[in-house]
């Protein structure tokens, strides 16, 4: 069965430090990677996605993340947090053999620390 | 981007009342749309997938006359919680997919449900 993997439940960091989340998904030949970010008692925003092409991507709010086949992972990371990336963060993944049914992993808390 | 709205955000109801939820796509037509639980601090877990015009798939352990699911028209997919208990309470959210092969769902605000 497809699965997605967050080894992280929970990151404390300071503001302005780095952060790197981690996502590792299981092994398929066609997937698009996903992350997004939860607020309280809201929806999920995209914040990236790869799909093809380039294993580097970029997205909204200063984050990127990278595609690494080999590695089956697809880690997030930022450079300098603020407080307001404190949230949910959860990592996606559509199996095409799954139907382009969404897979999450089980999200990782950030809490950005003054 | 596209915008899936949700609606309520937010019900209160009695054990054994029913609860419809809406979602709608406001400036896209969704072929497909997925609603979701979310139990506090875990992740999201589907539930069904409704395309519209056809009856939804859902997925093992969830029961389809507990959660009936409507998709009438391609912007409006509705989830009725029916004859509720506390335990049907929790984060329900919504997304919808623009077309069969579309590579990215958008979500709604999501609906806390509590059963009292």
């Known amino acids: 069965a497809q699965s997605v993997t967050q080894l992280d439940s929970q990151v404390p960091v300071f503001e302005e430090a780095p952060v790197e989340l981690r996502c590792n998904y299981s092994?398929?030949?066609?997937?698009?990677l996903f992350w997004y970010v939860q607020y309280p008692n809201q929806g999920l925003q995209l914040l990236l996605k790869?799909?093809?092409?380039?294993?580097l991507v970029k997205g909204i709010n200063g984050f990127e993340a990278e595609f690494n086949k080999s590695q089956t992972s697809f880690h997030l990371r930022k450079p300098s947090v603020h407080i307001s990336d404190t949230a949910e963060y959860f990592c996606?993944?559509?199996?095409?053999?799954?139907?382009?049914?969404?897979?999450f992993g089980g999200g990782t808390r950030v809490l950005v620390k003054p | 981007g596209a915008v899936v709205s949700q609606h309520p955000s937010w019900v209160i109801c009695k054990s054994g009342t029913s609860v419809k939820i809406e979602c709608r796509s406001l400036d896209f037509q969704a072929t497909t749309m997925f609603w979701y639980r979310q139990f506090p601090k875990q992740s999201l877990m589907l539930m069904a997938t409704s395309n519209e015009g056809s009856k939804a798939t859902y997925e093992q352990g969830v029961e389809k006359d507990k959660f009936l699911i409507n998709h009438a028209s391609l912007t409006l997919s509705t989830l009725t919680v029916t004859s509720a208990h506390p335990e049907d309470s929790s984060f329900y959210i919504c997304?919808?997919?623009?077309?069969?092969?579309?590579?990215?769902?958008?979500f709604g605000q999501g609906t806390r449900l509590t059963v009292v």
């Open positions: 997304s919808a997919r623009p077309g069969q092969v579309a590579t990215e769902a958008f």
């Open positions: 092994s398929s030949v066609s997937v698009y």
């Open positions: 996606a993944v559509t199996y095409k053999a799954a139907g382009n049914k969404l897979t």
């Open positions: 790869y799909l093809s092409g380039s294993t």
